[in-house]
């Protein structure tokens, strides 16, 4: 207070008390700012129960969004007729078509492998009386390594050589076999399996002018290995590996061989069509299927729809709606005894949610699809479906009750019908990618010449592209825009811009990318003119271009991934769906009652302040008063005192 305490009043009045005042002061704010703290009050423990209301439907909510996007139906389970050490397993992704198929392994992708013979001394030196360097060429995959060795050289070394040189497409090590006199070897091991991975030699290299040179002193190098060439066939110094890039072979001992294992590649039929791949893994059967060959033999392959997967998705939507009714049920109940009543009873956001819930998902639909009748044809049809078919019930106690085995015997009866009644989801949008221009003038210098161009003027002109560069990935695979269909290197010619982009457009088809086409757009607007590569397709699998910043520059393109998305349609669930959304988004039901609530105790807290610095002000200034009538009753008690002792001063004197 502005003038202190009023501990000493009452000293004259008996009545203007610090006591007196506090009190005064008490039952004003009990009057006046008490409401408001009390609805404070009530606003924070509504919006604390609204919080937890909200959080448990966000879970129904998820659990509403998998079965609405036909995630859950789209899950895939694979039954093998082998499960015990198979000779293959095969996995499959979402969305793959349901299906069987036969595998019959008859063969397993190797990679080659090749030992040298036994070395006394890893660190011993491969020839230390060679003069000069001698260059020995290594073949794998269609490339050549070359490395060099002096007579300085020692095992080891020449083995980190050929490991530097091949990037690790051919793997050299010296390793320890423990045999006597001569322990160690130089082993050779392609990285890849398959017949294109075999390692060849060649005792020499590639001049300047492109041609192989015969090196006696290389060849010496690899019979000091005990890798004799295979010279029988062919002439050594006329040969030439660059035709097919394959080097020579060893004659081999049987009884002690040194090319211990032979590049093959792996052989299986498939529904009694013989296929040939160079890895045992094997991707390119279909779209979203991985198959890996284990051993030989025969199994079935199953691809079905993963149910298990639906059923626990709608086991967990039950749960979740069950937990929020409990919620629900302690928020809004109202005892009619007691007179006790939830703290968000009478809400109708909040009162409204089970019912709009339950509206929803007991809602019956018609549902088209086909069936198959007596005579195995396919028949359309359209039948009437409700959540009740497929074993959801709402008991007495409002929380709802699912029989999985009704479920699960529902959905087997007719998936297509199931999933179009949960999600309604028939197709997905369809892949549009434009990319940026591609300004007039910018590939000139790649333009071949107009007629009369002799062969020396154009041999340097076109755009080669190198592997890497520039891929697609689309449908589950990867296609290099560096290769053609007959596996040469594609260069880009044209006389003008816009041929060579046609041309790069029909090249990209040409790969046979199923379901992805692009088309060349000309661009004339704002001062500005070119081209833009565009393309679209199907959009029921991810889209994306990959490869180097500034080569796909000049094409407008840049590193790009769009997601396959699915359009959702009108089943049960989508319906569900966006009726949860009608609550729970930016401008839902219980978000805006949530903010009226805020901007609601926001105003209380600004008026209980008002009222209290009124009341502090007033009774600041009570207290100011008081203390001056007290000053004047002291006054006045003082010269009551006064006269009283002299009239008893002069009584006593009169005595």
Do not use: C
């Not at 003038?3 to 000293?11: K, P």
């Not at 050929?162 to 010296?174: F, H, L, P, Q, S």
């Not at 006790?340 to 088209?368: C, H, Y």
């Not at 302040?609 to 003082?638: C, G, H, P, V």
């Amino acid at each position: 207070m502005a003038f202190g305490s009023l501990s000493s009043l009452g000293f004259g009045s008996g009545v203007l008390t610090q006591d007196t005042l506090d009190k005064l002061k008490q039952a004003e704010e009990k009057a006046r700012v008490d409401p408001y703290t009390k609805k404070i009050e009530e606003n924070s423990t509504k919006q604390k129960d609204l919080t937890e209301i909200k959080t448990k439907l966000l879970t129904f909510q998820t659990a509403v969004s998998s079965l609405a996007d036909a995630t859950a139906f789209a899950k895939r389970k694979v039954s093998a007729s082998v499960t015990t050490n198979p000779p293959a397993s095969l996995t499959a992704s979402s969305g793959v078509s349901l299906q069987s198929m036969k595998i019959n392994v008859t063969q397993l992708a190797q990679k080659d492998v090749y030992q040298s013979k036994g070395l006394a001394n890893d660190s011993g030196f491969i020839n230390s009386e060679l003069k000069g360097n001698a260059n020995l060429t290594f073949f794998s995959n269609g490339k050549e390594y070359t490395v060099t060795v002096d007579k300085n050289t020692t095992f080891r070394d020449l083995a980190d050589k050929i490991n530097d040189a091949t990037g690790g497409e051919i793997v050299a090590k010296i390793v320890n076999t423990g045999e006597k006199d001569a322990p160690y070897r130089l082993t050779l091991t392609s990285k890849e399996t398959g017949e294109d991975s075999a390692i060849s030699f060649y005792p020499g290299k590639k001049n300047t002018d492109g041609k192989y040179e015969f090196d006696e002193n290389a060849k010496g190098i690899f019979e000091s290995l005990g890798w004799q060439l295979n010279e029988q066939s062919t002439d050594i110094g006329s040969f030439d590996p660059s035709k097919d890039k394959k080097g020579l072979g060893i004659i081999d001992d049987k009884d002690n061989p040194l090319h211990i294992q032979k590049a093959q590649n792996a052989e299986f039929t498939l529904d009694g069509i013989k296929m040939i791949r160079q890895s045992n893994t094997v991707t390119d059967l279909g779209v979203g299927l991985t198959l890996t060959l284990n051993k030989t033999g025969e199994i079935d392959f199953d691809v079905q729809q993963d149910n298990e997967a639906v059923t626990k998705a709608m086991q967990e939507l039950v749960d979740a709606y069950n937990d929020l009714v409990t919620n629900l049920n302690a928020a809004t109940d109202y005892n009619s005894e007691t007179g006790t009543k939830g703290t968000l009873q009478g809400v109708t956001e909040v009162n409204s949610i089970r019912s709009s819930i339950i509206s929803a998902l007991f809602d019956s639909q018609s549902v088209s699809g086909t069936v198959i009748d007596d005579n195995g044809n396919k028949v359309n049809t359209t039948v009437m479906l409700s959540m009740q078919d497929f074993g959801l019930t709402l008991n007495d106690a409002g929380t709802l009750s699912f029989d999985s085995s009704k479920f699960e015997s529902k959905v087997k009866e007719n998936p297509d019908f199931a999933e179009s009644f949960f999600s309604g989801i028939t197709q997905y949008e369809d892949i549009n990618y434009t990319g940026d221009l591609i300004q007039k003038g910018s590939l000139d210098k790649y333009l071949t010449k107009e007629e009369g161009a002799t062969r020396e003027t154009e041999e340097n002109k076109g755009l080669t592209f190198e592997k890497g560069k520039f891929t697609i990935v689309f449908g589950g695979q990867t296609y290099d825009v560096s290769k053609t269909t007959d596996g040469s290197n594609f260069v880009l010619t044209g006389k003008t811009e816009e041929e060579m982009l046609q041309n790069l457009a029909s090249h990209i088809n040409s790969l046979g990318i199923d379901g992805l086409k692009v088309k060349v757009e000309s661009y004339d607007k704002n001062g500005e003119k070119g081209f833009k590569l565009k393309f679209s397709g199907d959009g029921s699998s991810d889209f994306s271009i990959k490869g180097d910043t500034e080569f796909l520059k000049q094409f407008g393109l840049s590193e790009t991934t769009i997601a396959a998305k699915p359009i959702e349609g009108k089943g049960i669930f989508a319906q569900l769906k966006s009726t949860l959304q009608g609550m729970t988004g930016t401008n839902g039901s219980l978000t805006k009652y949530d903010e009226s609530l805020t901007n609601d105790t926001k105003s209380l807290n600004e008026s209980k302040k008002s009222a209290q610095d009124m009341i502090d002000a007033r009774y600041d200034t009570m207290a100011n008063q008081w203390l001056q009538y007290e000053s004047i009753l002291n006054k006045l008690n003082q010269q009551l005192t006064t006269v009283t002792n002299m009239i008893n001063a002069a009584n006593n004197s009169n005595n």
